[in-house]
């Protein structure tokens, strides 16, 4: 008699015959990391903090602690300026990140830098515009510049989230040039979603949500998948060593699709801060237990083809895990 129950028959039996398992060693943790020292719980993420600069690498030991590998940094600035130019400064506050961070926590700790315009530009626009019009080549060059910053001062991992043409061409040769071979690539794809939007307001100075030129013009459309694997090849033509397929839960065929397309190409998926807060909110409003659907989703996005998941909820999935 055939019976798909036997291979259920007990934990054991279920763990050896699962094709994929999700380990602490898939995920990368998310982090905050305030200039002016402030730390509090983010207001559209509750549940989530911002961080100090001293604070950072002790909760980074933790992470590695629960075997997490890799951190995707976020420095939020005191003050940003007309061009961005801030982000060039050798002393500026993401590469005291960066060296920090390098120097407690050695190596083999990989620290990922999200890279894009509106983190340093006063009007928080992820790229250069005159009269509407996006200047793609000059915003890329700018990237590529804050990209080398970034390296020198200890990042592994380039991630730039502008997602205007050319970025990954320029990042790479801008990389190469100043003698950072060994610096990979990891480029977000976006999808249009509106679960982008507690992070644009962690991530804001101002009081009022972001309007302009930011990185929706940019995004695909969420229903053409297309429009996405286009996006896809021309990243990975131009050099990128990672995707990056962002949201992860609204596009979990678009992580299997890309899994198939560039088998080799290590495929990461972003849990973001929609997707965090949709979770935080049904463990705190709905009759649903958090821990069981934070790792559903997690298991999912796995399932679909992910190699690694940034997650805000990292932390908690390794303790997780490890139990
Ligand atoms: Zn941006």
Same mark, same amino acid.
Request: hydrophobic share 40%; glycine share 4%.
């Given at each position: 008699?055939?019976?798909?129950?036997?291979?259920?028959?007990?934990?054991?039996?279920?763990?050896?015959?699962?094709?994929?398992?999700?380990?602490?060693?898939?995920?990368?943790?998310?982090?905050?990391?305030?200039?002016?020292?402030?730390?509090?719980?983010?207001?559209?993420?509750?549940?989530?903090? &911002?961080?100090?600069?001293?604070?950072?690498?002790?909760?980074?030991?933790?992470?590695?602690?629960?075997?997490?590998?890799?951190?995707?940094?976020?420095?939020?600035?005191?003050?940003?300026?007309?061009?961005?130019?801030? =982000?060039?400064?050798?002393?500026?506050?993401?590469?005291?990140?960066?060296?920090?961070?390098?120097?407690?926590?050695?190596?083999?700790?990989?620290?990922?830098?999200?890279?894009?315009?509106?983190?340093?530009?006063?009007?928080?626009?992820?790229?250069?515009?005159?009269?509407?019009?996006?200047?793609?080549?000059?915003?890329?060059?700018?990237?590529?510049?804050?990209?080398?910053?970034?390296?020198?001062?200890?990042?592994?991992?380039?991630?730039?989230?502008?997602?205007?043409?050319?970025?990954?061409?320029?990042?790479?040769?801008?990389?190469?040039?100043?003698?950072?071979?060994?610096?990979?690539?990891?480029?977000? @794809?976006?999808?249009?979603?509106?679960?982008?939007?507690?992070?644009?307001?962690?991530?804001?100075?101002?009081?009022?949500?972001?309007?302009?030129?930011?990185?929706?013009?940019?995004?695909?459309? @969420?229903?053409?998948?297309?429009?996405?694997?286009?996006?896809?090849?021309?990243?990975?033509?131009?050099?990128?060593?990672?995707?990056?397929?962002?949201?992860?839960?609204?596009?979990?065929?678009? @992580?299997?699709?890309?899994?198939? =397309? &560039?088998?080799?190409?290590?495929?990461?998926?972003?849990?973001?801060?929609?997707?965090?807060?949709?979770?935080?909110?049904?463990?705190?409003?709905?009759?649903?237990?958090?821990?069981?659907?934070?790792?559903?989703?997690?298991?999912?996005?796995?399932?679909?083809?992910?190699?690694?998941?940034?997650?805000?909820?990292?932390?908690?999935?390794?303790? @997780?895990?490890?139990?």
């Amino acid at each position: 008699m055939r019976l798909t129950t036997r291979i259920k028959k007990s934990k054991s039996m279920i763990r050896l015959v699962r094709p994929t398992e999700l380990t602490p060693s898939d995920l990368i943790y998310s982090i905050f990391v305030r200039e002016d020292g402030r730390k509090f719980q983010i207001p559209s993420m509750k549940g989530e903090n &911002y961080l100090s600069l001293t604070d950072a690498p002790k909760l980074c030991k933790k992470a590695v602690d629960l075997g997490i590998p890799a951190v995707m940094i976020f420095g939020v600035l005191k003050k940003k300026d007309a061009d961005g130019s801030i =982000a060039l400064r050798k002393n500026s506050f993401h590469t005291k990140i960066f060296r920090t961070l390098k120097k407690e926590l050695g190596d083999d700790f990989v620290l990922i830098s999200n890279v894009c315009l509106c983190d340093y530009t006063a009007e928080e626009f992820c790229v250069y515009s005159e009269k509407g019009k996006v200047l793609n080549e000059k915003t890329a060059e700018m990237l590529g510049k804050i990209a080398v910053v970034h390296a020198d001062a200890g990042a592994d991992v380039i991630a730039p989230a502008a997602m205007c043409d050319g970025q990954v061409k320029h990042i790479r040769s801008a990389l190469d040039e100043a003698g950072f071979d060994d610096v990979s690539v990891m480029s977000y @794809i976006k999808t249009d979603s509106c679960l982008f939007q507690p992070f644009f307001e962690a991530m804001t100075l101002s009081k009022s949500p972001r309007q302009g030129i930011d990185s929706s013009k940019f995004r695909t459309d @969420i229903i053409n998948q297309k429009m996405f694997m286009q996006k896809v090849d021309l990243d990975i033509s131009e050099g990128a060593d990672f995707i990056i397929v962002k949201p992860a839960l609204t596009n979990l065929d678009l @992580i299997l699709r890309v899994k198939q =397309a &560039y088998p080799s190409t290590p495929l990461a998926a972003y849990q973001v801060s929609g997707e965090y807060a949709m979770i935080e909110l049904l463990g705190r409003h709905a009759h649903v237990d958090k821990k069981i659907l934070l790792m559903e989703t997690l298991s999912s996005i796995k399932r679909a083809g992910a190699d690694m998941i940034l997650s805000y909820h990292a932390m908690e999935a390794a303790r @997780i895990l490890k139990k």
